[in-house]
């Protein structure tokens, strides 16, 4: 008997669409109580978000674009209808991060060659936008502070900053496929300002990103590309670095007060039980994976830039610390935890190629159904703590 493909597809989108409506609702009611704490003096619920809206609208604070976006609601409508448009837009940005992860697997697996299976694909947005540190309680009691994770739900520039980081990348992608013979100016004038627009969320992203392009640009330069090209596509970077020099100095301020100092495992060591073991598990299932590409992991170029990523963010994280009032603060992990999203994403396009495309050994296969059963408990891990976020737990639990 013929399948309806067409038809199983229709069911499928019907079952995406029933998964982000119930998850948009679950987060508009989590990112409400989070805010409503900024009138109804509750206790519980607590969150950064709150604290970026009380910054942005109270103190005068603009540390970020997001100041700007909470400011222009409070002026336009009450208060409290205000923080219900703040929470609307964040569950929007939380959602909507699920299709653009989807749109980006795609195109990833465009220019690799391979097609998947369309639920897989989505399997790998869902999962990637849910899951955080492999939790086990013996190694780190809290659920998120200790360990290093992909996704939170109290951090409202982090929230800003994943979506765009996403568009950034998928427009990148389509940049990156021609610039060597010319470069789109439409393309990269997109590109450009997506990239900045991200950096004004949160710098993070651009901390992470700017020197895996550089690694990229020098090697291209050194198989002859076009110097022009090149430099072209390393202009990119000015305007989203003026606005992190822009931002740093209303972070930090200009009196010398604050800075950045070389103290290793510091930021790392910060808080949690068992920062070693914490840090293994924050990774487990890409390092698991990683085992089975030890000697050809460079050969897939995406999870190769994935994981050049993630090591920018470890060394960053690992080296650096903020000093000062900001001290405490351990603004390396943004770019640790983004970079950390895009391994997962990329990890996991490479574990399907491993188990249902390529033809490989028994060993990587084996190596994969290890590393998949890590990841099933990274995103059962995931969805628990958003449970507990959503009873009104703070996020210190």
Not at 243 to 265: E, H, R
Not at 276 to 281: E, R, Y
Not at 294 to 311: P, Q, T
Request: aromatic share 18%; charged share 15%.
């Amino acid at each position: 008997m013929d399948i309806d493909w067409e038809q199983k597809k229709r069911g499928f989108r019907a079952v995406y669409f029933i998964y982000l409506l119930i998850y948009f609702t679950v987060l508009f009611m989590l990112y409400y109580n989070q805010t409503a704490v900024l009138y109804n003096g509750a206790n519980n619920f607590e969150s950064d978000t709150a604290v970026h809206i009380r910054m942005a609208v109270v103190d005068g604070y603009y540390h970020s674009l997001a100041a700007f976006v909470y400011l222009f609601f409070a002026k336009i409508v009450r208060f409290e209808a205000a923080l219900m448009l703040i929470a609307t837009l964040l569950a929007i940005l939380t959602v909507g991060a699920i299709p653009l992860t989807a749109g980006l697997v795609r195109e990833v697996l465009k220019r690799s060659g391979v097609e998947l299976y369309d639920p897989l694909i989505w399997v790998i947005a869902f999962a990637g936008n849910i899951l955080i540190a492999f939790y086990v309680k013996a190694a780190n009691r809290a659920h998120y502070i200790g360990y290093q994770s992909p996704n939170m739900w109290h951090n409202s520039t982090y929230t800003f900053m994943r979506f765009f980081a996403i568009l950034t990348m998928i427009v990148f992608l389509k940049l990156y496929d021609d610039y060597k013979d010319k470069v789109s100016i439409w393309k990269w004038l997109l590109f450009t300002l997506l990239l900045t627009v991200t950096t004004g969320f949160k710098a993070s992203f651009l901390t992470v990103f700017a020197p895996v392009l550089a690694i990229v640009l020098i090697r291209d330069l050194c198989k002859k590309t076009k110097f022009l090209n090149v430099f072209f596509m390393a202009l990119s970077v000015v305007p989203p670095i003026a606005v992190m020099v822009v931002q740093s100095i209303v972070l930090s301020g200009t009196d010398g007060s604050n800075g950045y100092a070389i103290k290793p495992f510091a930021a790392l060591s910060m808080r949690g039980d068992h920062p070693k073991a914490a840090l293994v598990l924050s990774v487990l299932f890409p390092v698991i994976l990683l085992l089975a590409h030890i000697k050809d992991f460079y050969k897939d170029k995406y999870y190769f830039w994935s994981l050049v990523m993630w090591a920018v963010g470890f060394v960053e994280v690992f080296l650096f610390i903020e000093t000062g009032e900001r001290a405490l603060d351990s603004n390396f992990m943004w770019g640790y935890s983004i970079s950390l999203f895009f391994l997962f994403v990329s990890s996991m396009i490479r574990l399907f190629k491993d188990l249902f495309v390529e033809k490989t050994s028994i060993v990587v296969k084996i190596i994969g159904c290890v590393a998949a059963a890590a990841l099933v408990w990274h995103v059962v891990s995931g969805i628990n703590y958003l449970s507990i976020l959503y009873s009104g737990v703070t996020y210190f639990a």
